[in-house]
């Protein structure tokens, strides 16, 4: 089902900087022919453990806001990080927005799971979001204070993520923090850093919006041309998104230079681009010149805590779903109880997605607060089902509930018309993809 997006819950931007380009190295080799195994995740937005305690400082930050599961976050990783274990996809994919705000800290923790699974046999590949570099909302948290962590400038995450696709690349982009890597020999990964990050400190707070620097398209043409001239098929990966994933949300979503991106990449046969940024599942496509999709995955952070699993065949067909991470009989402690973190995390994200509308509908003064909790029940629910792309639905009884009904008879015009946003939808999957195989010359 589509939705339009209406919250949002992007912060950060960054500039592309340049780069030292690394030899071809590759891991693992290219396979032999033959489907490959791929997850892809986005978003996971990771607070180091070092920087936060259980102090009113964090509380108050991890329990507003946008949804993200700051307070569990370290064992949604960790069970993530043993499902990859245990599947062993042969790569996995993290499209940008690797950190809660470009922490080094939380950078250098998180490459210690992404160790994990290179060990079990997964190849890993990143590229950095708005959030993780030269950021000066970078934060700690200690009792009721905040403080300012170190961050990371491009040379830094290019080192601490060696391992996990610089040291490994192809071809290496010398102006921004871009690569390519060849996981088959029938199949490139074209990791595209379209982030703004070089204004951030003079600034004071990151940039949120994205776009290609004309250095980093002409490096990305070679690419295309090299892996057209040999029949690869390439997919490419950008935090930020080539085509709109809706009518309300485009700047500081959707790519400053989007046209030119289409264009050249449609130019070369590309078919799929892999993305995320929005935190919303949502798959659009653009039939211009040949048919080429774009998946957002949800945000690994938000529940359900998706992943994309795309299976690439060796005749170039693709399928690809975005399932919710199992939770399956692992507990959190509340107190002196030990609860879902299934059913923890759902209503965390239920009432922090709608926090904002909840408190001005309280500071008109015109609800009850029985009024209120019902008409926070049916937002929190609207959100579910938008964010996680359907996976969960919007129940059957929500439209005749005494809820929405407040909504619409007493909201203002700016809730009312959220909901009917949620609920418009023109019937598409986002959730599966499936593409035929490429035709031969």
């Not at 919250?7 to 022919?33: D, R």
């Not at 069970?79 to 690797?98: F, K, N, Y």
């Not at 204070?145 to 996990?164: D, M, N, R, S």
């Not at 102006?175 to 070089?198: C, I, P, Q």
Request: negative net charge; contains cysteine.
């Amino acid at each position: 089902m589509k939705r339009p997006v209406i919250l949002g819950f992007l912060l950060t931007g960054l500039l592309l900087l340049g780069c030292t380009p690394s030899p071809a190295v590759l891991f693992p080799a290219p396979k032999p022919e033959g489907s490959l195994s791929i997850q892809v995740v986005s978003d996971l937005h990771y607070l180091a453990e070092s920087l936060r305690d259980d102090g009113g400082s964090f509380l108050r930050y991890a329990t507003g806001g946008d949804g993200k599961n700051l307070l569990e976050i370290s064992l949604l990783l960790e069970t993530l990080t043993q499902r990859v274990e245990r599947e062993v996809p042969q790569v996995l994919v993290i499209s940008g927005d690797l950190t809660n705000n470009g922490e080094k800290a939380s950078h250098e923790e998180l490459t210690q799971y992404l160790q994990r699974m290179e060990k079990a046999g997964t190849q890993v590949l990143v590229i950095p979001g708005n959030h993780d570099l030269l950021n000066p909302h970078a934060r700690g948290f200690q009792g009721e204070k905040q403080y300012l962590p170190e961050t990371v400038t491009p040379e830094e995450f290019a080192k601490i993520y060696g391992a996990f696709g610089y040291d490994e690349a192809a071809s290496r982009d010398e102006a921004s923090l871009s690569y390519v890597t060849k996981v088959s020999e029938g199949l490139w990964f074209l990791m595209l850093d379209d982030n703004r990050y070089d204004r951030n400190l003079s600034l004071g707070y990151p940039e949120t919006g994205g776009v290609l620097s004309l250095a980093t398209i002409k490096w990305m043409t070679k690419v295309l041309e090299e892996a057209q001239a040999k029949g690869v098929q390439v997919i490419t990966v950008s935090h930020h998104n080539g085509l709109s994933h809706s009518p309300v949300a485009k700047e500081g979503y959707v790519l400053d230079n989007d046209e030119e991106f289409l264009n050249r990449i449609r130019q070369y046969g590309v078919r799929l681009n892999l993305t995320g940024h929005v935190h919303v599942q949502d798959i659009q496509k653009n039939l211009e010149k040949g048919t080429f999709y774009e998946i957002a995955t949800g945000a690994f952070s938000v529940y359900p805590h998706l992943s994309g699993y795309l299976e690439v065949k060796e005749n170039g067909e693709m399928a690809y779903e975005a399932k919710p991470l199992d939770l399956t009989g692992v507990k959190i402690r509340k107190g002196w109880r030990r609860v879902s973190l299934a059913e923890s995390s759902k209503e965390h994200f239920q009432r922090a997605s709608v926090s904002r509308i909840l408190a001005r509908l309280t500071e008109s003064g015109s609800f009850s607060k029985g009024e209120l909790q019902s008409m926070e029940e049916v937002l929190g629910a609207l959100n579910l089902a938008y964010f996680s792309g359907g996976t969960h639905p919007i129940p059957a009884d929500l439209l005749s509930s005494a809820g929405y009904q407040l909504i619409l008879e007493k909201g203002d015009e700016k809730t009312k018309g959220y909901a009917q946003r949620i609920l418009s939808t023109d019937g598409e999957d986002d959730v599966r993809l499936t593409l035929p195989p490429l035709s031969k010359p």
